[in-house]
């Protein structure tokens, strides 16, 4: 089973950028999915960005801003942040999954990480 490690998180003021890093222990394959999710103060757990081959998708409220990218030559997957606005705040996961299913859905990944704190500051 592929464990994943996300990293690059941390405190960053409205308008900043950060690039969040998804590295797997094992090797993703292209059919995998893999897609980032985020928990803000007292919510849900919400779909932010997943990628399955060369089919991408995003939140509504990120897109423009948000862009999910992979290079599984090095078993990553990137979320780069734009313009972050303060209700980007939550702890930020990367999951995979390798049974099919919509991008958007938590049921489709079967492999979670621990997680990363980002923090956007007015």
């Known amino acids: 089973q592929v464990q994943l490690a996300e990293s690059g998180g941390g405190l960053v003021q409205t308008g900043g950028s950060l690039r969040l890093s998804c590295v797997a222990s094992?090797?993703?394959?292209?059919?995998?999915?893999v897609g980032w999710f985020r928990q803000g103060p007292g919510k849900e757990r919400e779909f932010v960005a997943g990628i399955r081959g060369s089919t991408t998708s995003h939140k509504d409220s990120v897109k423009d801003r948000f862009f999910i990218s992979k290079d599984y030559n090095k078993n990553t997957v990137y979320l780069q942040m734009n313009s972050l606005k303060s209700e980007d705040t939550g702890v930020y996961s990367c999951a995979a999954g390798w049974s099919g299913g919509y991008l958007e859905m938590m049921t489709t990944y079967e492999s979670w990480g621990q997680g990363t704190q980002v923090t956007v500051s007015s």
């Open positions: 094992g090797r993703i394959f292209d059919h995998y999915a």
